[in-house]
């Protein structure tokens, strides 16, 4: 039976000539679907609070990364004004962005934090405070704050500061004059980054729960006492988002770790792309702060409350209460991980683990073992993202103290984790390790592990190969798989690959692996026609894909013709979607789905029929011209037969068949949320897949 399906009616719309669905566009439809998650009122209120956060975070990113790219494009074009183009663009994203943030915040004040307070978790603003709050707060001000504060008075001795990106600050409107007779009429106050923006009152304060304030509200309350003898006429916090891509002439520089160093103290201090204030900001202060910035004012964004409301996360931390959470969750693990040797284990078969409703343990416990282990020789392992604190990266420092040969392919570039990789590559110099970093002009991607063990007369190889990060944190939460096995032939191409991107020498022809930017693109397309070719000899053909994005136009084009020719194509897509599918004579054989959840969908997996060959494929590539020509990503085929069936009724079939948290694509690039009809039951991939592999 069909799931009834719940229509939403588009903010914007695009030409209907147009075979592609603009990518801007498509990414804020994602941000609209995590928006819903907040609005579902049978989601814990902590949890819908937590959805807005990331709304937030995924805005900060889209202006930092998106929209600066956009306008950094037309600056290094020489423009002195933007392209009808590039405006019409601008002003597409504009709308769409503005209604996100209104919403976000009328959700925020209107609906969670009251039902918040229902339940005993307080924010107060200042005239919400009772005189017993007020006079604590005054004091931690007195206390904690002010003697960390400089407010800068703006005259020609101090023209309007460096103001660092996504940071709080202040702009002040003063009257009289200062203490040398003259009339300076605006300050600027930064607020201390050491100081937390979410401070918690004492518990005998609140008779009922727990009481919370915003540092910005401790800063408005206290504002004047800052500027003895002057009258504060007017003041707004802001914020200002900047450009966030770092570069480097990776050709040119000597030694790319230290000029990525130096790049990394410049990225505060980008260009600037967007300016949050408060929305009781005068316009003439907001005005002021746009010319100081060169913002356009489309890129004006006035809310009502935090800039930044991606701190409430603390608040979302510090609250211990179960029933405002999701129910706690325990990873389950395959019973024969449980006991015994890892690679005898591997030896006999192949491991695959779905993360996170199984646990990430074993992988690092693969390469504790493989520290330890005396037999071991050689541990080689890429590091995209791998954050601060990591037992993986231990292991790895352990083992080449131990003596044992490590390669480490760190990847510098990735976005916003460059200095914890700095860090990391740091360390594992200093202990003897081999470090490397990639390819110039690509990102290494890939997701690899690979253990070199003596055994007997010969050495042998066992291999972790994942869709997703070496990552403590994201394993936790982001859905992906990982295949560890000892396959002959397939870890010795993983041993190819390493040689590859160390040696820079050309890698060698691959029967297993596909590996961009070599020849992922063009396998993946030659498997799509190979199903067109099977359908239009009247045989059954099949593609099922799962991904975070599809932008790439060559495989949009090859996925056109193949519904044309008859296969049938189901698309788990989690964010930005250029395709357009339901078009009749272009795409009427093609769905999209896209799944938002508990759980941030994150595995690639790939499957093509074949004449019931069922050819399985998991990936750490998105089926974007990034990853198929920009990066070094890895597709590796599941070759045991169970293991397929695994991947298909875990990875592909429950995505399918959910009909709670999964909105369909439709031809005008809006999405309608899949509802159970009739006598159908509800059925949710995620906590499908939490019973099922959950401990």
């Known amino acids: 039976m069909s799931a009834k399906i719940k229509a939403v009616a588009p903010v914007l719309t695009l030409p209907s000539t147009n075979i592609y669905l603009n ?69 597409r994203t504009s709308i769409e962005c503005h209604q996100l943030v209104e919403r976000q915040y009328e959700l925020l004040n209107r609906d969670i934090l009251p039902q918040l307070s229902e339940k005993g978790v307080h924010l107060l603003r200042h005239h919400e405070r009772n005189d017993a709050q007020r006079a604590w707060v005054k004091e931690y001000f007195d206390r904690e704050v002010r003697p960390l504060l400089t407010p800068i008075a703006l005259d020609p001795a101090h023209p309007f500061p460096q103001v660092v990106n996504k940071s709080l600050n202040f702009i002040v409107e003063l009257s009289g004059k200062d203490a040398f007779g003259r009339g300076t009429g605006i300050a600027i106050l930064k607020a201390p980054r050491v100081l937390p923006r979410v401070i918690r009152l004492p518990d005998h304060l609140s008779t009922n729960g727990v009481v919370f304030c915003l540092l910005s509200s401790v800063i408005h309350a206290h504002i004047a006492d800052l500027f003895t003898g002057r009258e504060v006429v007017a003041y707004s916090q802001f914020r200002v988002t900047r450009n966030s891509d770092l570069w480097v002439d990776e050709e040119e520089v000597k030694n790319l770790r230290q000029a990525l160093q130096s790049e990394l103290q410049s990225r505060q201090f980008g260009f600037a792309v967007r300016l949050e204030v408060a929305r009781n900001c005068p316009p003439h202060l907001a005005s002021f702060l746009l010319e100081q910035f060169s913002i356009d004012k489309s890129r004006l964004y006035a809310v009502d409350g935090p800039v930044n409301m991606v701190r409430l996360l603390e608040l979302i931390n510090s609250v211990q209460q179960p029933i405002l959470h999701f129910p706690a969750f325990q990873p389950g693990l395959p019973q024969t991980l449980v006991d015994g040797d890892m690679f005898a284990l591997l030896r006999k078969r192949d491991v695959l683990l779905h993360h996170p409703f199984q646990s990430f343990q074993p992988i690092v416990e693969f390469i504790r073992c493989a520290a330890l282990d005396p037999n071991v020789v050689a541990i080689k392992q890429t590091i995209y993202r791998t954050g601060m604190n ?100 397939l870890t010795a191409e993983v041993n190819e690959v390493f040689i590859h991107l160390t040696s820079l020498t050309k890698p060698k022809k691959l029967n297993y692996l596909w590996l961009a930017p070599f020849d992922l693109q063009k396998e993946i397309i030659r498997a799509i026609r190979n199903e067109a070719a099977i359908a239009r000899e009247g045989r059954p053909a099949r593609i099922i894909a799962k991904m975070n994005a599809l932008l790439d136009e060559s495989v949009i084009r090859a996925l056109y013709a193949a519904s044309a020719d008859g296969v049938k194509i189901d698309l788990i897509v989690r964010g930005a979607c250029a395709l357009r599918p339901g078009v009749p004579h272009l795409s009427e054989n093609i769905r999209v789905r896209s799944i938002v959840g508990r759980f941030l969908e994150h595995s690639r997996i790939y499957f093509f ?70 006598k159908q039951r509800a059925f949710c991939a995620q906590q499908y897949l939490a019973q099922t592999l959950g401990a």
């Open 23 to 91: 990518r801007e566009l498509s990414q804020l439809a994602f941000n609209r679907r995590v928006l819903a998650q907040a609005e579902d009122a049978t989601l814990p209120l902590l949890e819908r609070l937590r959805y807005l956060c990331i709304v937030s975070s995924n805005l900060d990113e889209f202006f930092e990364v998106r929209i600066a790219s956009l306008l950094a494009h037309d600056r290094m074009e020489g423009r002195k004004s933007e392209p009808p183009a590039l405006t019409a663009a601008l002003e």
């Open 609 to 678: 029929r074949n004449d019931r060959k069922n050819d399985v494929y998991l990936a750490s590539a998105d089926w974007m011209n990034r990853n198929l020509f920009r990066r070094v990503e890895v597709a590796f085929p599941v070759l045991d037969p169970k293991l397929k069936r695994q991947v298909i009724a875990q990875g592909l079939n429950p995505y399918l068949k959910d009909n709670t948290n999964s909105w369909e694509l439709v031809s005008d690039g809006s999405y309608r949320k899949r509802k159970p009809i009739g």
């Open 390 to 489: 990591s037992s993986l990266m231990e292991s790895l420092i352990i083992a080449a103290q131990r003596g044992k040969e490590v390669t480490v392919i760190v990847e510098l570039m990735a976005r916003f984790d460059e200095e914890a990789n700095i860090n990391w590559a740091e360390r594992l110099e200093r202990v003897g390790a081999q470090v490397v970093y990639g390819v110039v002009g690509l990102k290494t991607h890939a997701k690899l592990a690979l253990v070199l063990r003596r055994e007997a007369s010969e050495l042998r190889h066992y291999a972790h190969l994942g869709t997703g990060n070496y990552h403590p944190t994201t394993t936790k939460f982001y859905t992906d798989f990982g295949l560890l096995t000892a396959h002959p032939a």
